[in-house]
């Protein structure tokens, strides 16, 4: 009887439970919703302060909460009501099986307590099912948005050539590379031929939208080119194992990367101690040199062992920028991509990086973006790009002496 009527009455909680797994969904999405609001808020709160921007965001913050409170409460009073119904039924039911045994079945007192703890027990066991699951329900919008993203985490899932590059010592190859993000947006890059051996200089030039970090994240494997070949040392990138050219690669982008430790650490990433190794620290000292940031750290009262704060917040913009240059300077890399390296950093600090690049030369594959044309006068070829194509190469000085040359152009354009 038990189990007949508490199958019974977990048919009936099927509307309650779909109703626990709405708000669980609902939950999960208003927690993203918010912590997104929270993330942003942090991020940018010099700028949101400075120009009195932050009630804007704290009003979606506010309504945010208000909504997931909502959410929270509504399944508070679904779990106290599976709580509060299940005492009422049981005794509902236990004193309709008195009343059929002493009335229809005319039975003595014992044997009806005896009923009585079976069937109470019994229905509280089957009920308790509903309890357990409903406490499931409460989470499954977390766990859903986790599978969808673990399923589409292995969809895209970037796949890996076997192939162990060594020491990277010929040349970079597009062969008629194609590239866009999606069909709807079109291409990005559109027929890409061109050649960047070992240790030569290269600049991308092009207006904004051109392509060029585009091309820069192909060349990283970050992205995988829609048609055409990319060779590395003559070997298809799709058939290399990403790693073992990644590691070759420095990459000093506009968007700079410091972490929450000292400038030490954040020169040599964790390599070693540098308090316990001279050896690490006097390489630590070269690239801060290289990048025009020794002096600097030289005032501070703990030098290369002062910390940095969240995002390199206690430094300005372009000691951020140059201890970034001074990290990937130290990792002495086989490809060193600059991408506005210098867009942060005052006259002075630029003209001393570029020498510092300049004396790289010869030594290691540089791939430069600038708008700034006057940073690559000394490349070896410059490639300048329009709207995804690749529409004029050659050295500087020639391209300048091109009749209608588009590079002369823009050179003129700045007044160099």
Same mark, same amino acid.
């Given at each position: 009887?038990?189990?007949?009527?508490?199958?019974?009455?977990?048919?009936?909680?099927?509307?309650?439970?779909?109703?626990?797994?709405?708000?669980?969904?609902?939950?999960?999405?208003?927690?993203?919703?918010?912590?997104?609001?929270?993330?942003?808020?942090?991020?940018?709160?010099?700028?949101?302060?400075?120009?009195?921007?932050?009630?804007?965001?704290?009003?979606?913050?506010?309504?945010?909460?208000?909504?997931?409170?909502?959410?929270?409460?509504?399944?508070?009073?679904?779990?106290?009501?599976?709580?509060?119904?299940?005492?009422?039924?049981?005794?509902?039911?236990?004193?309709?099986?008195?009343?059929?045994?002493?009335?229809?079945?005319?039975?003595?007192?014992?044997?009806?307590?005896?009923?009585?703890?079976?069937?109470?027990?019994?229905?509280?066991?089957?009920?308790?099912?509903?309890?357990?699951?409903?406490?499931?329900?409460?989470?499954?919008?977390?766990?859903?948005?986790?599978?969808?993203?673990?399923?589409?985490?292995?969809?895209?899932?970037?796949?890996?050539?076997?192939?162990?590059?060594?020491?990277?010592?010929? +040349?970079?190859?597009? &062969?008629? #590379?194609?590239? *866009? =993000?999606?069909?709807?947006? @079109?291409?990005?890059?559109?027929?890409? !031929?061109?050649?960047?051996?070992?240790?030569?200089?290269?600049?991308?030039?092009?207006?904004?939208?051109?392509?060029?970090?585009?091309?820069?994240?192909?060349?990283?494997?970050?992205?995988?080119?829609?048609?055409?070949?990319?060779?590395?040392?003559?070997?298809?990138?799709?058939?290399?194992?990403?790693?073992?050219?990644?590691?070759?690669?420095?990459?000093?982008?506009?968007?700079?990367?410091?972490?929450?430790?000292?400038?030490?650490?954040?020169?040599?990433?964790?390599?070693?101690?540098?308090?316990?190794?001279?050896?690490?620290?006097?390489?630590?000292?070269?690239?801060?040199?290289?990048?025009?940031? +020794?002096?600097?750290? &030289?005032? #501070?009262?703990? *030098? =290369?062992?002062?910390?940095? @704060?969240?995002?390199?917040?206690?430094? !300005?913009?372009?000691?951020?920028?140059?201890?970034?240059?001074?990290?990937?300077?130290?990792?002495?890399?086989?490809?060193?991509?600059?991408?506005?390296?210098?867009?942060?950093?005052?006259?002075?600090?630029?003209?001393?990086?570029?020498?510092?690049?300049?004396?790289?030369?010869?030594?290691?594959?540089?791939?430069?973006?600038?708008?700034?044309?006057?940073?690559?006068?000394?490349?070896?070829?410059?490639?300048?790009?329009?709207?995804?194509?690749?529409?004029?190469?050659?050295?500087?000085?020639?391209?300048?002496?091109?009749?209608?040359?588009?590079?002369?152009?823009?050179?003129?354009?700045?007044?160099?």
């Amino acid at each position: 009887m038990a189990l007949l009527l508490g199958l019974v009455l977990l048919m009936l909680f099927r509307w309650l439970n779909h109703y626990v797994r709405q708000l669980s969904r609902q939950t999960a999405q208003e927690s993203g919703r918010l912590a997104k609001y929270l993330i942003q808020t942090l991020h940018a709160f010099k700028y949101l302060r400075a120009t009195g921007q932050i009630p804007k965001l704290k009003h979606g913050i506010t309504a945010s909460i208000s909504r997931l409170t909502g959410y929270e409460m509504r399944r508070g009073i679904a779990d106290a009501f599976t709580r509060a119904i299940s005492e009422p039924i049981a005794v509902v039911f236990i004193m309709l099986i008195v009343m059929a045994q002493l009335l229809y079945f005319e039975q003595p007192l014992v044997p009806i307590l005896v009923s009585i703890v079976l069937f109470y027990r019994a229905i509280n066991s089957i009920l308790g099912i509903q309890h357990s699951w409903q406490s499931t329900l409460d989470h499954i919008g977390s766990l859903e948005l986790l599978h969808t993203e673990f399923t589409q985490l292995k969809q895209h899932q970037e796949a890996d050539g076997g192939h162990q590059l060594g020491p990277f010592s010929q +040349a970079i190859r597009l &062969q008629n #590379l194609h590239f *866009g =993000y999606s069909p709807e947006l @079109g291409p990005v890059l559109k027929d890409i !031929s061109l050649d960047i051996p070992a240790q030569s200089s290269i600049a991308l030039v092009g207006e904004s939208g051109a392509g060029k970090s585009t091309l820069v994240d192909l060349l990283s494997l970050t992205l995988q080119p829609s048609s055409g070949e990319l060779l590395i040392d003559g070997v298809n990138a799709a058939q290399l194992n990403r790693t073992s050219w990644r590691q070759q690669i420095g990459y000093v982008s506009q968007e700079t990367v410091v972490f929450d430790d000292s400038i030490a650490n954040n020169i040599c990433l964790w390599q070693g101690d540098p308090q316990q190794d001279p050896q690490l620290m006097a390489q630590i000292e070269q690239a801060a040199r290289q990048a025009h940031i +020794a002096h600097f750290i &030289q005032t #501070l009262p703990e *030098g =290369y062992h002062s910390l940095v @704060g969240d995002r390199g917040l206690r430094l !300005s913009g372009g000691q951020r920028q140059r201890l970034f240059i001074a990290r990937e300077l130290f990792r002495q890399p086989r490809l060193l991509i600059l991408d506005e390296a210098t867009s942060a950093l005052d006259s002075e600090s630029e003209q001393a990086i570029q020498q510092s690049i300049d004396a790289l030369k010869g030594k290691t594959t540089l791939v430069i973006i600038a708008h700034r044309l006057s940073t690559i006068r000394d490349v070896d070829r410059v490639y300048v790009f329009d709207q995804g194509r690749l529409v004029e190469q050659g050295g500087y000085a020639e391209l300048c002496a091109r009749p209608n040359s588009r590079f002369a152009k823009l050179v003129a354009l700045q007044k160099l």
